[in-house]
């Protein structure tokens, strides 16, 4: 058996079943990816049947205001992620759904792995979408790279060539490799029980212990936060929103007050002002001289 034979007759088995894997929609697939970018699976699988039943396909999400994809949106946090996504619907509807990785990467809003996981997916091209689990899966299984980093994608997609087969169901292998990352070769890989260990370049080196574990990397919180707030700026940015979503306008001079009851006029007023500006700019909200309210597009 192949290694890639051997890893689909896992996934058979052991594989989650998600409704996103059941479709060759590239709408229905982009909605699950953009989703899926900072909100955990459990999470995008409450919002994802709710948004497709209220926006079913690229004409009516790219009609949809900015209002309503928000309020479909409200809860799975960054909402400049519905805007982009409803500004893809307009591009493609005026351009043309792509047809290749190539020309879905043009469209503003569409990274290299999404544009990878669209072509992998919808179209049925024959490479691999690296995101952080494909990349310490396929690094250790066909490099031996046992922690990879960004630098090794190029050497994996080349491995990839060899390791996809030309035919038959090798679309599936990244879905594969993606549970099989997330649910044996994680940080700490279960090689014992993998059915790749046979073949995986990394494999021996773990299971002869000859491996250290990195400890968990302590990541700079690349969130803004000003001064001593309990919250990211995100926190502060989502209550805004909400309160202009319930309210029709809300007084410039109370905005303050009502998402932080710590708001001192004098240390945070400028704080709050490049909030507003920014949420203005990312046409979220209308800033008036008094006032402050939920975008209206003209
Ligand atoms: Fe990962 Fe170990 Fe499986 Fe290799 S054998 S793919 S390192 S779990």
């Known amino acids: 058996m192949s290694p890639a034979t051997r890893v689909l007759h896992w996934y058979d088995q ?38 497709l039943a209220l926006f079913p396909d690229w004409t009516s999400l790219a009609q949809a205001t900015n209002a309503e994809v928000i309020r479909a949106w ?13 500004d893809i619907a307009r591009a493609v509807l005026a351009r043309g759904e792509p047809k290749n990785q190539q020309d879905w990467q043009t469209l503003k809003g569409i990274g290299p792995y999404t544009a990878a996981a669209l072509a992998a997916f919808s179209l049925h091209a024959r490479i691999l979408p690296i995101d952080t689990n494909i990349r310490r899966v396929g690094a250790r299984l066909l490099l031996g790279v046992p922690f990879p980093s960004l630098k090794q994608d190029e050497r994996i997609q080349r491995a990839a060539e060899n390791f996809l087969p030309r035919r038959g169901r090798f ?16 940080k700490t890989p279960h090689c014992l029980t993998c059915p790749m260990r046979s073949t995986c370049l ?8 000859r ?39 809300v007084s410039l001079k109370r905005v303050g007050a ?6 001192d006029a004098t240390q945070d007023q400028a704080w709050l002002l490049r909030m507003l500006d920014r949420m203005e700019k990312d046409h979220l909200i209308d800033l008036k001289t008094r006032f402050v309210q939920l975008h209206v597009e003209t």
């Open 258 to 263: 009502l998402i932080d009851e710590t708001f």
């Open 171 to 186: 679309y599936e292998i990244p879905q594969a490799l993606f549970d099989l990352a997330t649910l044996v070769c994680t």
């Open 211 to 249: 491996i250290r574990i990195p400890k968990r990397s302590i990541k700079k919180s690349v969130e803004t936060r000003h001064r001593d707030k309990p919250y990211p700026d995100r926190i502060y940015r989502g209550r805004i929103l909400h309160l202009v979503q319930k309210k029709r306008r």
């Open 74 to 86: 409200s809860g799975l946090g960054y909402n400049r992620r519905a805007l982009m996504l409803r």
């Open 202 to 209: 990394a494999a021996p080196k773990f299971i002869a212990g």
């Open 14 to 51: 052991h594989g989650r079943t998600l409704p996103w894997r059941d479709t060759e929609n590239a709408y229905q697939i982009l909605v699950s990816e953009i989703m899926l970018q900072q909100t955990q699976v459990s999470r995008v699988l409450e919002y994802y049947p709710r948004w």
